[in-house]
């Protein structure tokens, strides 16, 4: 069974200041890790992903997350917000059993960044 | 990546008739998959469609109410059959970025479905 928790409904931060949204997973083996956001209105666009490696992934628009095995993170984090990435962010965690294409996502989270 | 368009982008529909949603892909893909995004939740796994076999459900989800055609590497459609308010939802379909299990999926705009 492959499962992901994101604690908080809402990230509230000041433009400039450092963003983070959380996010656990729950997988049987190895875990492939992804972050996605939706703007309103629109389709689900993909931030970054984690495979193996280097755990500090970077991504899109500034984005970064870094993968901790022991705590079963992955963590996103932008080190300046700006107002445009008030969005809906979603966690998704697949096992990397073999044959397994589906993808587990967490609830999101409504990240609003404050002028 | 691949560029995903939905048909319609949202409806409004009475109780008890059927919506038929169509996902086209920019280029060939082998795996094609639904999903429900019900107001306020995350998304979940409808099924996963194949060209040339039966679409794979998942639990809660069966043929009757979600029938899938996928006739080709680059279009599929979902029906939403005998709706209820309760299938108030935006539908999304994703594609696989490529034939690995790392792959990240692309999805569509989705489609605003309400249900009177």
């Known amino acids: 069974a492959q499962s992901v928790a994101q604690p908080e409904d809402q990230v509230n931060v000041a433009e400039g200041n450092p963003l983070t949204v959380k996010c656990t997973y729950s997988v049987s083996g190895n875990p492939y890790l992804f972050w996605y956001v939706q703007y309103p209105n629109r389709g689900l666009q993909f931030l970054l992903k984690?495979?193996?490696?280097?755990?500090l992934v970077k991504g899109s628009y500034g984005f970064e997350a870094e993968f901790n095995k022991s705590q079963t993170s992955f963590h996103l984090k932008k080190p300046s917000a700006l107002v445009s990435d008030s969005a809906l962010y979603f966690c998704?965690?697949?096992?990397?059993?073999?044959?397994?294409?589906?993808?587990?996502f967490g609830k999101g989270n409504q990240v609003v960044v404050i002028p | 990546s691949a560029v995903i368009s939905q048909k319609p982008s949202r409806d409004i529909c009475q109780r008890g008739t059927s919506l038929t949603i169509q996902c086209q892909v920019d280029?060939?893909?082998?795996?094609m998959f639904w999903y429900r995004q019900q107001p306020g939740q995350s998304l979940t796994l409808i099924a996963t469609?194949?060209?040339?076999?039966?679409?794979?459900?998942e639990s809660g989800f069966v043929i009757d109410k979600f029938p899938i055609s996928r006739p080709n590497l680059t279009f599929s459609t979902l029906t939403v059959s005998n709706m209820s308010p309760e299938d108030s939802s935006i539908y999304l379909c994703s594609v696989e970025g490529g034939h690995s299990s790392y792959n990240e999926q692309f999805f569509g705009p989705g489609t605003r479905l309400t249900v009177l």
């Open positions: 469609a194949n060209q040339g076999s039966e679409a794979t459900y």
């Open positions: 280029s060939q893909v082998t795996m």
């Open positions: 998704a965690v697949r096992d990397r059993e073999y044959g397994n294409n589906r993808l587990a």
């Open positions: 984690y495979i193996t490696g280097d755990n």
